[in-house]
T-cell receptor, first 114, second 113 residues
Framework: DAGVIQSPRHEVTEMGQEVTLRCKPI?????LFWYRQTMMRGLELLIY????????DSGMPEDRFSAKMPNASFSTLKIQPSEPRDSAVYFC????????????FGPGTRLTVT | AQSVTQPDIHITVSEGASLELRCNYS??????LFWYVQSPGQGLQLLLK??????LVQGIKGFEAEFKRSQSSFNLRKPSVHWSDAAEYFC???????????FGTGTRLKVLA
């Protein structure tokens, strides 16, 4: 299996622009998690899905952030409008239902908002 | 409050030397404990986990960790470090009710040739 795939790997955008991050989980996995990693706050869980349904989005910072999972093989995290403080590495991870704790992480998307 | 503490932000060891990374947790119930490693530019990879039973658990890449309930610790060890072990290591507690990890702040390991 190719593992969790994220695109793009790097994104540089200007403040106010819309940013869309993409994730393809491991085939057959039931859970999908979006994390954000910064020096100041470490690793934060933003949202997670079970069978394409958002279960807990309490970590989403504000309304500028939204996430969707239209099918079992694709998820997006959108920021609109983006701000410099959104600069971070965003990770997607997936796991099986009977081992949700055993998460497989993608390589991340490094977002820079200028 | 639930928390995970990794007291060492940076650790430097020579190749071939032994390694111990510290992790302390605060959690009300029996903890599910994990160690993850993050190589530069990569996502996290699971090294090992502890749920119950034998308090010394073996993981991948020659790592092991020991759960000590009396000390609320779950320290990661390796007898002989390789240059490829240079990475950032995260200790975490899994909260099964919320399906969330509580991550420590990480320890960055540097290996000297």
């Amino acid at each position: 299996d190719a593992g969790v795939i994220q695109s793009p790997r790097h994104e540089v955008t200007e403040m106010g622009q819309e940013v869309t991050l993409r994730c393809k989980p491991i085939s057959g996995h039931d859970y999908l998690f979006w994390y954000r990693q910064t020096m100041m706050r470490g690793l934060e869980l933003l949202i997670y899905f079970n069978n394409n349904v958002p279960i807990d989005d309490s970590g989403m910072p504000e309304d500028r952030f939204s996430a969707k999972m239209p099918n079992a093989s694709f998820s997006t995290l959108k920021i609109q409008p983006s701000e410099p403080r959104d600069s971070a590495v965003y990770f997607c991870a997936s796991s099986l239902a009977n081992a949700a704790y055993e998460q497989y992480f993608g390589p991340g998307t490094r977002l820079t908002v200028t | 409050a639930q928390s995970v503490t990794q007291p060492d932000i940076h650790i430097t060891v020579s190749e071939g030397a032994s390694l111990e990374l510290r992790c302390n947790y605060s959690y009300g119930a029996t903890p599910y404990l994990f160690w993850y490693v993050q190589s530069p530019g990569q996502g996290l990879q699971l090294l090992l986990k502890y749920f119950s039973g034998d308090t010394l658990v073996q993981g991948i890449k020659g790592f092991e960790a020991e759960f000590k309930r009396s000390q609320s610790s779950f320290n990661l060890r390796k007898p002989s470090v390789h240059w490829s072990d240079a990475a950032e290591y995260f200790c975490a507690v899994w909260a099964p009710r919320t399906y969330k990890y509580i991550f420590g702040t990480g320890t960055r390991l540097k290996v000297l040739a």
